[in-house]
């Protein structure tokens, strides 16, 4: 039986990587379709190397450009209602596709009783009050592919929820772990944008920086585990080899490690329940190896306690301290914030949040924009000063 998968942002990192997965077990996945923005020459050879049913970029230019490079019969479709069809067309939809762009996806595939691969982050910290309705629907899956959620789902037990007494995300630190209080201060967008581990795009670089990132991990945890957000902690762990843990109520801890390489996630999400035989991830244990761990700093890096209040006022919240958190690191990018900036502009953002029912991709749309809006305000207020 071969499984049909659509790969949704398949000219991204996690793109890319999902096909190189797919690669290793040809004849066991087939490619249904693919979606990127752009008719890019990445885009093109894959259409040529997966043959795929569908394709989808973002635009009526960018399909008439594509179609002007293939020659062979695909559908190509465009925007929200194309990556809505795309994801429904496949039994596993890899939801690859950067920002609110991709909440289409994750909502026809579950909507269609699919399995979702997540990657895209949005879908749970800004939409989880709408992901958490139509993922009800018989079928409907959520895997995810973040190495943490995924280490997660592999220690939580089927059944009896009520032994677990809680879970603890693993951090790499970022590169500031250790950074006196006067070096933070001064950190330059070229210091924080050289990540140890994982080598990212620069938001993503500069918010495991400020342990954004892990704030908004916590966040995804509880809705895509369901567990309350006071059950959720975060341990720094700069090896990176456990991607996770589950703490059960008889002290033991269930921890899962292996190398650190997303293609790892990718194949758990695309064989679950089954797993792959694959050729990467396995620890080299035939040398020494030490892994540490200690708490966080939550007064350096306040951005993971602000996530955290987010995720207790729930609804709204995430979805708008995330948005609060982009402009404020699109600040820094550009050398208008200092790095510790970054987390007293979110805080002033949170303090004028308020709370509104996200009962649809719209109210999270006008939430975020709302949220962009008022932080671009209080930074102009800074700049002014
Ligand atoms: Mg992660």
Not at 15 to 28: K, M, P, S
Not at 309 to 327: D, H, K, L, Q, T
Not at 333 to 359: C, P, T, Y
Request: proline residues 6%.
């Amino acid at each position: 039986m071969t499984t049909t998968v659509s790969v949704l942002g398949s000219t991204g990192s996690i793109g890319t990587q999902t096909l190189d997965v797919i690669e290793h077990h040809e004849g066991r996945f087939s490619v249904m379709a693919l979606a990127a923005g752009r008719c890019s020459d990445l885009l093109v050879a894959q259409v040529e190397r997966w043959r795929p049913e569908i394709v989808v970029v973002a635009s009526e230019p960018e399909r008439d450009a594509l179609a002007a490079r293939i020659d062979r019969p695909v559908e190509v479709l465009v925007g929200p209602e194309g990556l809505a069809v795309a994801a429904r067309s496949a039994d596993v939809a890899v939801n690859a596709v950067m920002g609110f762009a991709g909440l289409p996806v994750t909502i026809a595939a579950l909507a269609a009783g699919r399995r979702l691969a997540l990657a895209n982050k949005e879908s749970l910290i800004a939409a989880a009050p709408v992901v958490a309705r139509v993922r009800q629907t018989p079928g409907a899956q959520i895997v995810p592919v973040d190495s943490e959620h995924c280490a997660i789902h592999q220690c939580l037990p089927e059944a009896g929820r009520g032994e677990v007494r809680r879970l603890i995300l693993t951090a790499s630190g970022g590169p500031f772990r250790q950074a006196s209080l006067e070096q933070l201060a001064s950190i330059t967008v070229a210091e924080a944008l050289d990540h140890p581990t994982w080598s990212m795009g620069p938001k993503i670089t500069i918010d495991s920086s400020t342990l954004m990132n892990k704030g908004l991990e916590v966040i995804e945890a509880q809705a895509l585990f369901e567990v309350p957000i006071d059950q959720i902690d975060v341990v720094v762990h700069p090896q990176s080899i456990v991607h996770s843990m589950v703490e059960m109520v008889d002290g033991s801890t269930l921890a899962q490690l292996s190398a650190p390489d997303m293609r790892l996630p990718i194949s758990y999400a695309l064989g679950y329940p089954q797993r792959l035989d694959v050729a990467f991830g396995p620890l080299d244990l035939s040398g020494p190896m030490t892994l540490e761990f200690s708490p966080p700093d939550m007064e350096r890096f306040a951005c993971l306690g602000l996530a955290y209040e987010a995720g207790r006022v729930g609804g709204a919240a995430p979805a708008w301290m995330s948005a609060a958190n982009e402009i404020a690191v699109e600040a820094f990018l550009a050398e208008r914030l200092s790095w510790f900036g970054i987390a007293e502009v979110v805080a002033e953002a949170m303090e004028r949040f308020v709370q509104r029912e996200l009962d649809d991709v719209d109210a999270v749309l006008e939430a975020d924009r709302e949220a962009r809006d008022v932080t671009r305000t209080i930074l102009q207020g800074r700049m002014d000063a």
